[in-house]
């Protein structure tokens, strides 16, 4: 089995939620269960649920009930303890739409065959249309979109390279502006923007959506506009030709649940 490992850190405090862990970790499982997990449940409310759940279909899992307030500082502590040179991470809510020979054709393809370093899972059907890998955004005039275009220096951006199951793109080129959290990561890249969001992710300038450093929220503001996707050159990136991964739209954890605010 490739090198891959799984990290999540998050909480589950509404029944509809813990509803959608409960159907979806067996398919997730089906896919991913040959890897070992790395997970933080940060919340006390259904904590022996989301245990059970996961072990009985996670072989290789890690699973902690650290409540500490700081999202990103509880994932470089699982991230440490990482052997392997890739890792996915990713929300709890996701919706698999790929089998698991369908996934190794594309971790074949990225990491064996290319040296890719971030493979997009966030917004796939946004981001893998014909207009995107032509080099267009979808809505060229918004303003996200005026930020891309300026970072970009040209417009269109060059073509996706296309390969059998994947695009690829340097990350200078990307048509999402974010790191996003939901990505396959080389495992040593991840841990070295997880340490300099430590260390200098207050001194952010923008309004990120969410200032609250135990929300992933906070993470994806810092590593956004100037400092986002342009910000690494020419690392090789890659995303799915196929809608593999979809999010939850009909049950999410609200941002600004009460428990956020301890």
């Not at 074949?108 to 946004?126: A, M, S, T």
């Not at 502006?177 to 990561?185: E, I, L, P």
């Not at 001194?203 to 992933?216: E, Q």
């Amino acid at each position: 089995m490739f090198g891959i490992s799984v990290v999540q850190n998050f909480i589950c405090d509404i029944p509809e939620r813990l509803e959608l862990i409960r159907k979806n970790t067996p398919v997730v499982a089906d896919v991913w269960g040959d890897y070992e997990f790395f997970v933080n449940f940060n919340s006390t409310k259904n904590f022996e649920q989301v245990h059970d759940i996961y072990k009985k279909y996670i072989p290789l899992l890690n699973f902690y009930n650290n409540l500490e307030k700081d999202y990103v500082g509880i994932l470089l502590s699982m991230i440490n303890q990482v052997n392997t040179p890739y890792v996915i991470w990713l929300n709890e809510d996701m919706e698999f739409n790929m089998d698991k020979n369908e996934w190794e054709n594309i971790i074949q393809e990225c990491f064996v065959e290319n040296d890719v370093r971030y493979v997009l899972l966030n917004k796939i059907n946004k981001y893998n249309k014909k207009v995107c890998a032509d080099g267009e955004l979808a809505n060229p005039n918004d303003s996200a979109s005026m930020i891309i275009k300026e970072l970009w220096g040209q417009y269109p951006a060059p073509k996706y390279q296309e390969g059998k199951y994947v695009y690829f793109y340097d990350s200078k080129f990307a048509r999402h502006k974010r790191v996003s959290m939901d990505a396959v990561y080389k495992t040593d890249w991840l841990k070295e923007r997880l340490e300099e969001f430590l260390i200098k992710g207050d001194s952010c300038t923008h309004d990120i959506p969410y200032r609250h450093k135990h929300i992933p929220h906070f993470y994806e503001g810092y590593y956004d506009f100037h400092n986002g996707m342009h910000r690494f050159g020419n690392m090789k990136c890659a995303i799915p030709k196929k809608d593999i991964i979809m999010h939850f739209e009909e049950v999410k954890q609200n941002e600004f649940h009460p428990s956020y605010k301890k």
